[in-house]
């Protein structure tokens, strides 16, 4: 017998059929925000949909995936919200989920000074909640925990009390897949008796003991500071980021799963418009280079005979100062974005590309274009954009590992986009997507930054030479001596 269709799936197929393909990329976007409004939609389009025709955001609150609920104020039902919001994750990236996320935090603090009511607050108060159901349910589950702890603790006002139980009622019906919805409705009705939900608390041991993995995670907006040219502000306040990254053992098997925890600030290219997620790198120690018994290690002097004899990859001890880096390559709608600012030293073609795709990253540009492309967002910011040094790149790459790749002993094309036609040392052969990815589409290292392996090449400051022998030891790039005519790329390409 064949299995039953998904209904919720038949219902978008038809709501697809009626209203074309751009109506379900707003469906997908507008599955965000827990409850909708005609306002929110239009913005939604206009930020991230802008060749979507202004009357689709009419037929989606109009069509049956959107029921009102009051005065201008729409819902999706749970399944249709989960089976959008997947949508979204699969289709345009993560780093769409997390750029909705910081779009509701800046349109509610927007709403909220306009309007003298709380009534915005019906929209969602904690996106980051939904970045986290999406992108890693079990942590999504124990945040919303910790969170309610303290909130129905200050909370005395009944109103305050029955939103928040509210909002955590939506958000268990949205994790109902994973199976945290007990526990999260339990919590509402506590916090709407004005009940302590420490007991409830005390359940997740028994979800651990029966196989999840229910992450401990702190939600504090922290203070870094990282210098004054290179962070956002002194004693500005950094967003913190949170992923999973993976180990794999020589075979290529996943053989450990860890959090991840960022901090970063967002830099606005143009409002509305694209933004670059810069992510605060503290300093440390690195062994720069690759050990002698290393798989594959005599590459480079096949490649470059010039070599022969010389230990390009030897080993040495760099300290490398506090930084910011890029999450993600520099993505083509980032790279338009900036292209279209003043010129500083030379012209920027707005489309280089030859895969395209406003989420996949740049490529086809020379280094004297990216040196451009950071001198332009320089001058736009006031502050210091420019390529990272070679020792910056690995450190951040490595992000404390000494194995040959970041997640372990080998690579392979689950982790990373590159040609699966070949293996490393014990691994197997994968997918050769003959393409790039959009970014962000694989698991990020343990500094949070995503695509350090494969996808594209990347380019550094430095001279190549043909060794490291003099290089410096404080993390800065190496511009003397070597061929200023050939730049030093990192990474991988797909």
């Known amino acids: 017998m064949a299995p039953r269709p998904d209904p919720t799936e038949q219902r978008i197929r038809v709501f697809e059929q009626r209203y074309g393909r751009q109506a379900t990329h ?3 976007h507008a599955a965000f925000p827990l409850t909708l409004t005609t306002d929110v939609v239009y913005c939604l389009r206009e930020t991230y949909l802008p060749d979507c025709p202004w009357y689709v955001a009419a037929d989606l609150l109009l069509s049956g995936l959107c029921l009102p609920v009051g005065y201008d104020l729409y819902e999706m039902e749970p399944p249709t919200r989960r089976y959008l919001l997947s949508y979204l994750r699969d289709q345009f990236g993560h780093h769409r989920v997390r750029n909705l996320g910081q779009f509701m935090v800046a349109y509610l603090r927007h709403r909220l000074d306009q309007e003298d009511s709380d009534r915005p607050l019906v929209l969602g108060d904690q996106s980051q909640w939904t970045v986290l159901a999406c992108l890693s349910p079990g942590d999504a589950f124990e945040e919303i925990r910790q969170n309610l702890q303290q909130l129905a603790a200050q909370a005395k006002d009944p ?5 928040l ?3 955590v009622e939506n958000y268990g019906e949205f994790l109902a897949d994973p199976e945290f919805q007990p526990l999260l409705l339990d919590m509402a009705d506590r916090v709407a008796a004005a009940e302590s939900i420490d007991d409830a608390a005390a359940l997740t041991d028994e979800w651990v003991k029966a196989g999840l993995q229910v992450t401990q995670v702190l939600i504090e907006v922290a203070t870094i500071r990282v210098g004054e040219v290179d962070s956002p502000s002194q004693d500005s306040q950094l967003q913190e980021f949170r992923a999973e990254t993976v180990t794999v053992n020589s075979r290529g098997e996943i053989i450990a799963r860890e959090p991840v925890s960022a901090f970063w600030f967002s830099e606005v290219i143009a409002a509305p418009g694209p933004e670059l997620i810069m992510v605060a790198i503290r300093g440390g120690e690195l062994i720069m280079g690759s050990p002698e018994d290393e798989a594959d290690r005599g590459w480079y002097s096949n490649v470059f005979p010039e070599t022969e004899g010389i230990n390009v990859e030897a080993q040495h001890r760099v300290q490398v100062p506090p930084f910011f880096i890029a999450q993600y390559p520099i993505t083509q709608v980032q790279w338009r974005a900036v292209a279209a600012l003043p010129m500083v030293a030379g012209q920027l073609d707005p489309d280089p590309s030859n895969f395209k795709g406003d989420n996949h990253p740049v490529e086809s540009v020379s280094w004297y274009e990216a ?3 950071c001198d332009r967002l320089s001058a736009l910011t006031g502050r210091e954009y420019r390529l990272p040094s070679e020792a910056e ?8 590992s000494t194995t040959p790749f970041h997640f372990g002993e080998t690579i392979t094309t689950d982790l990373a986009n590159y040609d699966g036609g070949y293996s490393y040392s ?3 052969k994968g997918t050769y997507r003959e393409t790039t990815t959009i970014v962000g589409s694989f698991a990020p290292n343990a500094f949070g930054l995503y695509d350090m392996h494969g996808n594209v090449y990347e380019w550094c400051q430095d001279h190549w030479h043909p ?3 003099g290089a410096p030891s404080d993390g800065s790039a190496w511009v003397t ?4 005519g050939y730049r030093v790329v990192r990474g991988g390409s797909w």
């Not at 109103?159 to 939103?163: I, N, P, Q, V, W």
């Not at 790149?393 to 404390?400: H, K």
């Not at 001596?481 to 200023?484: E, H, N, P, R, V």
């Open 159 to 163: 109103k305050e009390r029955f939103r």
């Open 426 to 428: 014990s691994g197997t």
């Open 481 to 484: 001596g070597g061929d200023k």
């Open 467 to 469: 060794g490291y022998e």
């Open 371 to 373: 040196v451009e492309f």
């Open 165 to 167: 139980a509210s909002v």
């Open 26 to 28: 707003l469906a997908a």
């Open 393 to 400: 790149w690995e450190y951040a790459c490595r992000a404390g």
